[in-house]
């Protein structure tokens, strides 16, 4: 079953604007990811949040995470239309084994000029 | 090498032959990940090694696949009597392994399997 699930689907917004994406997880997590994929090939990672951290930044990037919600967000500001593209967050459980990443069906974000 | 490394890079096959899809890790990367995404969907696990072992499977769809990784380093994902509906990307990552878990994951840029 899916672990992590973003929403909205797709999200088309203006040049300038922020992107607002959110994501929700089942179980316990030791640290979530997001991950940014150009043209269905490979994915480039964005940020990593700890299970015992509730926000990061990295440049035009913010991320939250409420593990009481199992959830989290990605904001990016002042949105480009390099930032088009599908996001994806991906999760790391603690089943006290496997490391194994679990993603979401992504948002596809489209940023108009 | 530099990245995450996978050949081909596009396949094209007729249906019900094998195919074997490559992946070569960053160096000194102990997880490796193999991952199916077919067109505008998202990410479908396949399997997870940790070294040479595979503590999770789960993910492979049926006995016509299988994965094997030796000397912790390269793996191969085996599709046996290909069918029209393995046509998806198959993509592979790697990352470190820390105490506290897992790091960031490096994606390679994916085999593109068309079966025809």
């Known amino acids: 079953s899916q672990q992590g699930e973003e929403d909205p689907q797709a999200l088309s917004i203006q040049e300038g604007e922020n992107a607002t994406m959110n994501c929700s997880y089942k179980?316990?997590?030791?640290?979530l990811q997001w991950y940014r994929q150009n043209s269905g090939r490979g994915l480039v990672h964005l940020i990593l949040?700890?299970?015992?951290?509730r926000e990061k930044h990295s440049g035009r990037l913010r991320v939250t995470l409420d593990t009481s919600k199992k959830s989290s967000s990605l904001l990016i500001t002042a949105s480009r239309a390099a930032d088009t593209a599908s996001y994806f967050c991906?999760?790391?459980?603690?089943?006290?084994?496997?490391?194994?990443?679990?993603f979401g069906k992504g948002t596809h974000l489209i940023i108009q000029p | 090498g530099a990245g995450v490394s996978q050949s081909p890079s596009n396949k094209v096959t007729e249906k019900g032959k094998d195919v074997e899809l490559r992946c070569d890790p960053i160096s000194g990367h102990t997880a490796l990940y193999w991952y199916r995404q077919s067109l505008g969907q998202g990410l479908e696990f396949l399997i997870y090694?940790?070294?040479?072992?595979?503590?999770?499977k789960s993910g492979l769809p049926s006995d016509r696949f299988s994965a094997e990784r030796t000397g912790g380093s390269v793996s191969t994902l085996t599709i046996q009597r290909t069918q029209q509906e393995d046509s998806a990307v198959y993509l592979c990552a790697s990352s470190t392994r820390t105490i506290t878990g897992a790091v960031e994951a490096f994606f390679g840029q994916g085999t593109r399997l068309t079966v025809v």
């Open positions: 949040i700890r299970s015992n951290e």
């Open positions: 179980t316990s997590i030791n640290n």
């Open positions: 991906a999760t790391v459980i603690r089943d006290g084994g496997a490391d194994g990443l679990t």
């Open positions: 090694f940790q070294g040479n072992s595979a503590p999770d």
